[in-house]
């Protein structure tokens, strides 16, 4: 079974970086398309980025767009997420799911519809504050 664990997250100032990895363990991760969410309690969980399967395409949020970078790391069974130039807007708990969808694309599984995730993380809390 496909467990997944985050990692990166902490306390960091406005305009600093930090880098999320979402790591499996007991499977591969390539066959899996990836997403990482963040959630801030009372609002709704907010899809931040998904790459697919073996082609690696991606999607990233508006929110987020220029700032932040997904990528896959087979070597390490990891799926990074590079988050630069931090704002107070992006302080939540960032969680990454994975599903075995080979169908549908990276943009349409970041979506609040899209519910056929098999495997969620603990999730990594990231704090911006000055």
């Known amino acids: 079974q496909l467990q997944l664990v985050e990692s990166g997250g902490g306390l960091v100032q406005p305009g600093g970086s930090l880098r999320l990895s979402c790591t499996g363990s007991?499977?591969?991760?390539?066959?899996?398309?990836i997403g990482w969410f963040r959630q801030v309690p009372g609002k709704e969980r907010e899809a931040v980025s998904c790459v697919e399967t073996s082609n690696s395409r991606f999607y990233i949020a508006d929110s987020v767009k220029g700032r932040f970078t997904i990528s896959r790391d087979n070597f390490k069974n990891t799926v990074n997420l590079q988050m630069n130039n931090l704002k107070p807007e992006d302080t939540a708990v960032y969680y990454c799911?994975?599903?075995?969808?080979?169908?549908?694309?990276?943009?349409?599984?970041?979506?609040?519809?899209?519910?056929?995730?098999?495997?969620w993380g603990q999730g990594t809390q990231v704090t911006v504050s000055s």
């Open positions: 799911a994975a599903n075995s969808d080979r169908i549908v694309s990276a943009q349409a599984m970041c979506t609040p519809t899209y519910l056929q995730w098999d495997a």
């Open positions: 007991g499977r591969p991760l390539d066959p899996y398309a």
